[in-house]
Nanobody
Framework: QVQLVESGGGLLQVGGSLTLGCSASGTSFLINSMGWYRQRPGKERDLVAS???????NYADPVKDRSTISITLLNKTVHLHMNNLKTEDTAVYYC??????????????????WGQGTQVTVSS
């Protein structure tokens, strides 16, 4: 199995910046991609940004011009940096990873694991 530990978040100001970190741990897995999703009150959980093990990135339209996602495969970590924060960025942010995991009975491919979530509140 794979565990994800998130860091960052909290109470931030409009126009400020945010850095979120997420580390994956476990045994016998290979990362295909890592990313961040967010869930605002009363809304669905939506993609913020993702990055593949090869470095290909994908950003949601509301954040694409003010966000950077990066991955360090050696440390199995992903970071999201977001500038020019807006009140609508207020949400619970979740880290997700997609892996191939070697179970006792063989490889299980494209398995998704989620972090517990971290609250980000942007206040004016």
């Amino acid at each position: 199995q794979v565990q994800l530990v998130e860091s960052g978040g909290g109470l931030l100001q409009v126009g400020g910046s945010l850095t979120l970190g997420c580390s994956a741990s476990g045994t016998s897995f290979l990362i295909n991609s890592m990313g961040w999703y967010r869930q605002r009150p009363g809304k669905e959980r939506d993609l913020v940004a993702s990055i593949s093990s090869g470095g290909s990135t994908n950003y949601a339209d509301p954040v694409k011009d003010r966000s950077t996602i990066s991955i360090t495969l050696l440390n199995k970590t992903v970071h999201l940096h977001m500038n020019n924060l807006k009140t609508e960025d207020t949400a619970v942010y979740y880290c997700k990873t997609n892996v191939n995991w070697r179970s006792p009975t063989g490889w299980l491919r494209d398995r998704d694991y989620w972090g517990q979530g971290t609250q980000v509140t942007v206040s004016s």
